[in-house]
T-cell receptor, first 114, second 114 residues
Framework: NAGVTQTPKFQVLKTGQSMTLQCAQDMNHNSMYWYRQDPGMGLRLIYYSASEGTTDKGEVPNGYNVSRLNKREFSLRLESAAPSQTSVYFC?????????????FGNGTRLTVT | SQQGEEDPQALSIQEGENATMNCSYKTSINNLQWYRQNSGRGLVHLILIRSNEREKHSGRLRVTLDTSKKSSSLLITASRAADTASYFCATDRGSGAGSYQLTFGKGTKLSVIP
């Protein structure tokens, strides 16, 4: 049982380049999330998808777009990467809304923007 | 803005001792959750305590919740070297869309010395 799978694990981008972070879960969960983790800042929610077909902004959505491709997959896109987006990105899923059921996390994508 | 804040930021103990971490939050919640993060990995859910519960146990973990003080504590008894990790509390933002927006604190970094 793979749980939540994120690709790639590592990525280096130059300023202005674009990329898409992929996330897939095999637990038939309804809700999916993208967080970023920076030293001293904890985890901050970028976007979430409460259910298939819906997406909503979190705390720090600027510079990002998301797509809930189907119930399994939730991708995060950086259209024009900036050094401030250097971070570790985590995808997570939960059976129901985040307050009512545990989040299951992937192992992260470590992104460096130079 | 941070909803949950852990205290202390770092804690170093000898194997076999107990470790206590605290979390304070600002607004009313539905539930509070604790997560563990090993270095270089995603977060792993430990325990969820509902706002109408005062104490919950899971193995060597004991969580308390005091909604009047807006605080929670995580106690790890008889600590092991494998407990070395960062520990985060997570809270929701109440009802509606906020219920999906789990907010994480900055974490307590626990080191258990063999």
């Amino acid at each position: 049982n793979a749980g939540v799978t994120q690709t790639p694990k590592f990525q280096v981008l130059k300023t202005g380049q674009s990329m898409t972070l992929q996330c897939a879960q095999d637990m038939n969960h309804n809700s999916m999330y993208w967080y970023r983790q920076d030293p001293g800042m904890g985890l901050r929610l970028i976007y979430y998808s409460a259910s298939e077909g819906t997406t909503d902004k979190g705390e720090v959505p600027n510079g990002y777009n998301v797509s809930r491709l189907n119930k399994r997959e939730f991708s995060l896109r950086l259209e024009s990467a900036a050094p401030s987006q250097t971070s570790v990105y985590f995808c997570a899923s939960s059976e129901f809304g985040g307050w009512n059921s545990p989040l299951h996390f992937g192992n992260g994508t470590r992104l460096t923007v130079t | 803005s941070q909803q949950g804040e852990e205290d202390p930021q770092a804690l170093s103990i000898q194997e076999g001792e107990n470790a206590t971490m605290n979390c304070s939050y600002k607004t009313s919640i539905n539930n509070l959750q604790w997560y563990r993060q090993n270095s270089g990995r995603g977060l792993v859910h430990l325990i969820l305590i509902r706002s109408n519960e005062r104490e919950k146990h899971s193995g060597r973990l004991r969580v308390t919740l005091d909604t009047s003080k807006k605080s929670s504590s995580l106690l790890i008894t008889a600590s092991r070297a494998a407990d070395t990790a960062s520990y985060f509390c997570a809270t929701d933002r109440g009802s509606g869309a906020g219920s999906y927006q789990l907010t994480f604190g900055k974490g307590t970094k626990l080191s258990v010395i063999p």
